[in-house]
Structures are given as C-alpha cells and as structure tokens.
C-alpha cells in the first residue's frame, strides 16, 4: 500500500474507533470526520471527502480480506451477505 493510501486508511480506522468507542453511535464518528476535514492544509473539503471515502474503501477491502482468512468467506460472498442484511426484502 502507497503511503498515502496508508494515511486515508488509518483515517478511516480513526473514524471507526471513534464509533465503536461510542457504541456505534455514528455522530462520534461524524465528528472525527469533520476534525480530518478541517485539519486539511489544502482547504479542499470535497477533495478530502473523496480522499476519506477512499480511505474507507481501503479499510473495508483488507477487513474483508481478514474475514476471508478468518473464514473462507471470499470477498463477494460478503458483500453479498451485507446486501441480504441491510435489504432484506431483496
């Protein structure tokens, strides 16, 4: 993983731990975000939304990675689980 890659994933590990530590109370979590987006030098609130979505996009690809070793569950399967949970009349 490229550096900077690294750094959008550890922010959205950031983001995530604050949520966790709240209970999955999402407004924690918001608030992170929101301190990340203002903490950039560029100023660029749309870039760096980008920038975290795709932090979050790493995040997600290697916690399912863990599940396929922990598991066996490849990736698809997986999503295809979330899909059934959250939509269930699908």
Do not use: C
């Amino acid at each position: 993983m490229k550096p900077h890659q690294a750094d959008l994933t550890r922010q959205a590990v950031a983001i995530m731990t604050a949520w966790v530590d709240n209970g999955g109370d999402s407004s924690f979590g918001i608030e992170t975000l929101t301190s990340i987006l203002q903490e950039r030098d560029d100023g660029d609130v749309f870039k760096g939304a980008v920038e975290v979505i795709g932090g979050f996009v790493n995040l997600t690809g290697l916690l399912m990675i863990q599940r396929y070793r922990d598991t066996g569950q490849d990736e698809l399967a997986t999503l295809q689980q979330v899909a059934a949970e959250i939509n269930p009349a699908a």
